[in-house]
């Protein structure tokens, strides 16, 4: 059972930045197009970036321009580079296949942007 484990959310300023990782148990990113999602309270969990087995990253518009999606199959990790964050952009940040069977979700890791 591969797991995902997400780390590096934490309080940041507006216009802070944080880097957020997601290592897996198993070798699977190397073949699966991997998404950063986001889940704010009382909203629907949402895609905010991928990227695909060979690196090409996609983003939603609201964070384009702002963050980074990266990824090291040798790692087994997948990374988000957040900048200019907003306090729109709090949520909790999880990690996982962009199709579906999706893995199981990990804890997320909470990212809180505020004065």
């Known amino acids: 059972q591969v797991q995902l484990v997400e780390s590096g959310g934490g309080l940041v300023q507006p216009g802070g930045s944080l880097r957020l990782s997601c290592a897996a148990s198993?070798?699977?990113?190397?073949?699966?197009?991997m998404g950063w999602y986001r889940q704010a309270p009382g909203q629907q969990r949402e895609l905010v970036a991928s990227?695909?087995?060979?690196?090409?990253?996609n983003y939603r518009n609201f964070v384009k321009g702002r963050f980074t999606i990266s990824r090291d199959n040798a790692k087994n990790t997948v990374y988000l580079q957040m900048n200019s964050l907003k306090p729109e952009d709090t949520a909790v940040y999880y990690c996982?296949?962009?199709?579906?069977?999706?893995?199981?979700w990990g804890q997320g890791t909470q990212v809180t942007v505020s004065s």
């Open positions: 996982n296949k962009v199709l579906y069977p999706r893995l199981d």
């Open positions: 198993g070798s699977i990113f190397s073949i699966n197009d």
């Open positions: 990227i695909s087995s060979g690196g090409s990253p």
